[in-house]
Structures are given as structure tokens and as C-alpha cells.
């Protein structure tokens, strides 16, 4: 299930970006030859009005191929015929479906799952863990850890983590009564520290609240990982990517945690897919706008053979890291 879970959402996300450029460039009357998703092999092909659709058989892209996109043409319905803020808003239009996207999962996430509490309320208790093992239950308040009082869910969440080996007191309430359980956090080697195998309580939204909680965390998620690949690239953090076979793991972990989890992991995959294609890299819709910006301030576009000759390496080289951070993901899933 998590290799299904990981297909759908990397088609959903593929889909909804390759839209973006679709409905705009039809919006600016330009002839759209192809719209595929996936890439190598077709599974499936069929002809509409004027644009042909194309399944293919890796769900790890998809494009739009539009008229005079990457060729000189004379027709009036061509990519390059068009003015260069028609072309940068089909470019841009990719990218900001991600962000769209990610606020539609958040706000899907919020108002039917709901919104996690600050409460010490037990959400779900996750099966071979040690809360599970301590006979602790969903809806089980913690008051107490250690003769530590604790109102506030990541107070109690900071205890746990730092406390990975060391057996707990930990005083529940349930149903207006009283228990304790001695409990010992065991550490995740994923994270870093310790769990007990428990999660928040949630409490539901209205529609309103939802789009806006979707619209800030679509921001803050933003903003995150943007300083986190400056924080990369200056080296101030370690390098830390996934390819496909990594994100199946990290899938089947949300899904296993709940639905809603698996949402929000998708609303944060679909904020990565539109900023990086928004960096000005070679073969990436940021480099695209980037050339395109570069037209409008000189009066005239870049030699083709030349931007088309740094796409093909930009290309070559993302491929590359793709079947390294593949490889990698391997090696990791093989050695436990």
C-alpha cells in the first residue's frame, strides 16, 4: 500500500503542476501538441480535439509540449510567438498550481481530520510500541511525567524525546479517573530520539478556518524549506534528499501514523516539487523565467541553440543525481 500511496500522490502532484502550464498556455491560445504524465514508455495514448494525452510508465514526471516552445515557428499559435508575460505566467503557472495544491491537501487535512490539539490528549496509539505495551488508550490525557506537571502537548513531547532508554512515571487520566504506568521511550533511530508511539488529539474546523490554517502553513512550510536549502548549500546543514524508493518509506510512516498525516505530507512534498522548480536551474521552470526575464529587460531571446544546449546538461545532470539519490536510497532500505 505504500508503493500505491506514494504512486498516487506523485501522479496527483505531477498532474495538478502539468495542468498549470496546460490551462494557461490554452488560456493564451497557444497549440499544446502533447500533455503527458509519467515518463519513458507510453501505457495508453488518445487523441482530443487538437492535443494528444499520453500515460506513461514512470510516474516520476510528466510535460506539455506546446508549439515553438523549444524551435523557432512562424505560427501566430506558437509558444514563442507569444509576448514574454503570456510565456512566463504558462512557466510560473506549473510551479504556483504546487502551491495551490498544497493549500487544497492542508485544508482537506484540516477540515476532515482536523487540527492537531496543543492538548496532552492521546490521538492514536500506535500497535508494538511502548505506550501501546503500558495499556495506554486513545483519548488518555497525560498530567503528569516524571512528578513533572505538563498541560501542553509539546511539553510532553520534549520529555519523551529527551528521555530515549530511561523508564517514565507517567500519571493518565481517563474517563475522570486516575492511573499511572511506568513507561520507557525507545529511541528512533530515524529522528534521533525518543517515542512512546503516540500522537496528538485533533480538534475539527470549519471550512473558513481550514483555508486559512491551508494558506499559513503553505507559507511557514515555504519559508522553511527555503532556509533550509540555503542552509545546505552553505553548508551549515547536512545534506539530507530522497528520491522515490526513500519516499515510499517515509509515505507508508504517514499513512501508518493516519490519513490526515498523509495529506500533510503530501501538501509538503507538493510545496518542494513548486520551489524547486522554481530555482534557476538549467532544465527547471525557474530557469525558463529566468531567460525569459533576461528577453524582456534586453529586447530580444537568447539563442535557442544556446538555452537549449544548457537544458539538455541541466537535464543530464538532474537525471544524474536522481539515479545517485536512488542508489543511496537502496543501499539505506538494504541496511535497515
Known sequence: MSIVYTIIILCVLILTHEF?????????????????????????????????????????GGYVKMNGEDEASEEPNAFCQKSVLARMAVVFSGPAMNF???????????????????????GEVMADKPAAAAGIETGDRISQIDGVVVSEWLEAVEMIRQNAGKELN????????????????????????????????????????????????????????????????????????????????????????????????????????GIINLLPFPALDGSRLLFLAIEGIRGKPIDPNKEGFMNFVGLMVLLGLMVLITYNDIIKLIGG
Not at 109 to 119: C, E, I, K, L, N
Open 20 to 60: 498549470g502550464h496546460f490551462a494557461v498556455a490554452k488560456l493564451n491560445g497557444i497549440f499544446v501538441e502533447e500533455f503527458s504524465l509519467g515518463m519513458g514508455p507510453k501505457i495508453v495514448q488518445w487523441k482530443g480535439k487538437e492535443t494528444k494525452y499520453s500515460l506513461r510508465i514512470f510516474p516520476i
Open 100 to 122: 495551490i495544491f498544497a493549500i487544497i491537501f492542508f485544508m482537506v487535512a484540516y477540515m476532515y481530520f482536523g487540527v492537531p490539539s496543543q492538548s496532552t490528549v492521546i
Open 170 to 273: 507517567l500519571v493518565m487520566e481517563r474517563d475522570g479517573s486516575t492511573y499511572n504506568t511506568e513507561v520507557t521511550p525507545v529511541l528512533d533511530e530515524q529522528v534521533g530520539y525518543g517515542i512512546l508511539g503516540i500522537t496528538q488529539s485533533v480538534d475539527k474546523v470549519n471550512i473558513i478556518e481550514s483555508v486559512k490554517l491551508g494558506c499559513v502553513q503553505t507559507y511557514n512550510f515555504s519559508k522553511l524549506l527555503l532556509v533550509s536549502l540555503y542552509q545546505m548549500a552553505t553548508g551549515q546543514m547536512k545534506v539530507e534528499v530522497a528520491g522515490p524508493v526513500g519516499m515510499v518509506g517515509m509515505v507508508g510512516d504517514y499513512a501508518e501514523v493516519g490519513f490526515m498525516y498523509l495529506f500533510l505530507f503530501a501538501g509538503i512534498l507538493s510545496i518542494n516539487l
